[in-house]
């Protein structure tokens, strides 16, 4: 399985970016999530999205400003992200896995290898 992401970038704050991540998998029946990192800080849980029904969830310092979503059809998943702050910045991760859903690293089996958003 191969996680690929891509779109980040450098923006001010108050910015948007959209990130992509194509899988190599059908992820029809798989949770898929967006994980980040910053220098110095652990990797956390930034939205995930169900197997099925898409049920989404979001961090608190992340919800209202960032959107999961998914295209099945495409195996491909998405990450919309407004109102950028400095604190945004890091390196994003996708993950997925076949279990159920869960909220921490070690739930998830299949990593990307990251796309760095650097907000200033």
């Known amino acids: 399985v191969q996680l690929v992401e891509s779109g980040g970038g450098s923006v001010q704050a108050g910015g948007s970016l959209r990130l992509s991540c194509a899988a190599s998998?059908?992820?029809?029946?798989?949770?898929m999530a967006w994980f980040r990192q910053a220098p110095g800080k652990e990797r956390e849980g930034v939205s995930t999205?169900?197997?099925?029904?898409?049920?989404?969830y979001y961090a608190d310092s992340v919800r209202g400003r960032f959107t999961i979503s998914r295209d099945k059809a495409k195996n491909t998943l998405y990450l919309q992200m407004i109102s950028l702050k400095p604190e945004d910045t890091a390196m994003y991760y996708c993950?997925?896995?076949?279990?159920?859903?869960?909220?921490?690293?070690?739930?998830?089996?299949?990593w990307g290898q990251g796309t760095q958003v650097t907000v200033s």
């Open positions: 999205i169900e197997r099925r029904g898409g049920t989404a």
């Open positions: 998998m059908d992820t029809r029946g798989a949770c």
């Open positions: 993950a997925t896995t076949r279990r159920r859903c869960g909220l921490g690293a070690s739930d998830f089996d299949y």
